[in-house]
């Protein structure tokens, strides 16, 4: 009888580990949960620009190019990490929705690009995810 409780036991813990596991791994993850070069922010820099850039399959794409190009003015051009994830500021004269944002990486081609940061052009945090398919 003893070892009949110790099975059960044994079997209720690792049922709770792999739903526990389970739900971990169905959450997405989005950028903010991450501050990446958030230290490099200086106050009145304007709106940060962050978000992934991942491939077709959910996987971070490192080193890709992220283009944050605004209507009038000069390009910010920053680099995703190992995790996909990039950050940067462009001027704060600049409004959010005069920004459009694309990826590049050589091997890639940019597929979407979805951003969530609704407009209203005055957020102070813009994210963007970019989606690549490998050529």
Known sequence: MVN??????????????VLVTGMAAAT??????????????????????FGFVRDNRGSPVTDAQVLLQPRKGKPVTLKS????????????????DDVQISCVKAGYKQIK???RTPP???AMFIETECTMQRL
């Open 113 to 115: 690009v979805n951003r």
């Open 28 to 49: 997405q993850a989005f950028a903010g949960g991450d501050d990446y070069d958030a230290a490099n922010d200086v106050k009145g820099a304007g709106p940060a620009y």
């Open 120 to 122: 209203g052009g005055t």
């Open 4 to 17: 009949s409780d110790f099975y059960m036991l044994i079997r209720a813990i690792a049922l709770a580990i």
């Open 81 to 96: 990490n190992v995790l996909g994830l990039y950050r940067g500021h462009i001027s704060k004269e600049v409004l959010p």
